[in-house]
C-alpha cells in the first residue's frame, strides 16, 4: 500500500514542478480520441465467490483447447481547453467486456467421450472525468501532468458457461451444466492523476498518457446466480438460484491505466 501512495503523490508534485508565469493569451481548444487499456474487473467490489463466477471459465477451456476471442475495447473522447502553461478538460468513456469462449472435441482424458463448451461476459461501463492540469513545452513535445476526478458507471454483467459431454461415436448427451448470472452494477468515485505527452503536428497531437485514481466504489444492484445439472441418462435435473445484495461499498486503488491518444486543436 505505502509504494501505491509513494507513486500517486509523487506524480502530484512533479506537476507543481512545471509550473510557471503563463504569457500566452490565446486559448486553443482541442478535442481527441482517447484509446485505453481495457479495465476487465471492478475496483475491489468484484467477488468471484459472491456469484460463482471465475474468468477462468472464458479463458481455460477444458484441457486448454478453448478458443477465446475477446472483442474487448475501451475509447474516450476528450475535450480540452489550453495555453501554453495550462489546462482543463473532460473525458467521456465507454469500456465494452465483451469476451467469448468456445472449446468442441473429443475428451482427452477418456477418449471415448466428447465436450462441448462455451462461456461469455459482457458489460458495459461509462467514464466522466473532469481534470486540470499544467503544460511544458518543447519544441513539438509538450509535457502534461494534472489532477482528474473519475465518476464510473458499471453496468451490470451478463455471464453464461455452459459444458456438455456425451459418447463421442454416437454423439449423445450424457450430462450437461449450465451458469446463468447477472452480475450487479456499481459506480465509483476518485480523485487521480494524469501525465503524458504530446508530439504536435501542424494542428494535430499525438501522444500517450498514464492515469491513475483512488476511488470510492459501491454495488448498485444485486447479483443473481442460477446452476442447472441434467444427467440424461438418469433423467434427473438439478437447479439453484441464488440473489446476493448490493450493500458493498470500499475505498481502494485502481490500476495504472496506459492511453494513446489523438486529437486536433483549434
Known amino acids: 500500500m ?13 506537476s507543481f514542478c512545471f509550473s510557471q508565469n503563463a504569457t500566452a493569451i490565446d486559448y486553443k481548444w482541442g478535442i481527441g480520441l482517447q484509446i485505453n487499456q481495457v479495465e476487465k474487473r471492478i475496483p475491489i467490489l468484484e467477488d468471484e465467490s459472491a456469484t460463482g463466477w471465475d ?19 475501451a475509447l474516450g473522447l476528450v475535450a480540452v481547453k489550453m495555453n501554453e502553461q495550462n489546462m482543463c478538460r473532460i473525458r467521456f468513456g465507454v469500456d465494452r467486456i465483451d469476451i467469448k469462449l468456445n472449446c ?42 494534472g489532477l482528474e476526478v473519475p465518476i464510473r458507471y ?10 456438455e459431454t ?12 449450465e ?38 466504489s459501491r454495488r448498485l444492484s444485486k447479483s443473481t446466480f442460477d446452476v442447472i445439472d441434467i444427467n440424461y441418462q ?10 446476493f445484495e448490493p450493500k458493498i461499498s470500499e475505498i481502494g486503488l485502481s490500476g495504472v491505466q496506459p ?6 486543436s483549434f
Open 104 to 145: 468442441k472435441g473429443p475428451d482427452a482424458s477418456s477418449g471415448t467421450s466428447f465436450i462441448n463448451e462455451t462461456a461469455f461476459k459482457r458489460r458495459t461501463d461509462y467514464l466522466f472525468s473532469p481534470g486540470w492540469g499544467l503544460i511544458l513545452n518543447k519544441d513539438r513535445i509538450n509535457f502534461y501532468v
Open 2 to 14: 505505502k509504494k501505491h501512495f509513494f507513486f500517486f503523490f509523487s506524480l502530484l508534485s512533479c
Open 179 to 216: 451458469i446463468l448470472a447477472k452480475n450487479f452494477s456499481a459506480f465509483s468515485l476518485g480523485i487521480g492523476n494524469f501525465v503524458g505527452f504530446n508530439y504536435e503536428l501542424k494542428q494535430w497531437r499525438f501522444g500517450g498518457e498514464l492515469s491513475y485514481a483512488f476511488t470510492y
Open 154 to 163: 458499471y453496468s451490470a454483467a451478463q455471464l453464461h458457461y455452459y459444458y
Open 234 to 243: 438418469s433423467g434427473t435435473n438439478t437447479s439453484s438460484h441464488l440473489d
Open 166 to 177: 456425451g459418447d463421442l461415436v454416437t454423439g449423445v448427451v450424457d450430462w450437461s451444466n
Open 259 to 264: 492511453s494513446f491518444i489523438i486529437s486536433f
Open 55 to 73: 474468468d477462468g471459465y472464458l479463458y481455460n477451456g477444458s484441457n486448454h483447447r478453448g478458443k477465446t476471442t475477446n472483442l474487448s475495447f
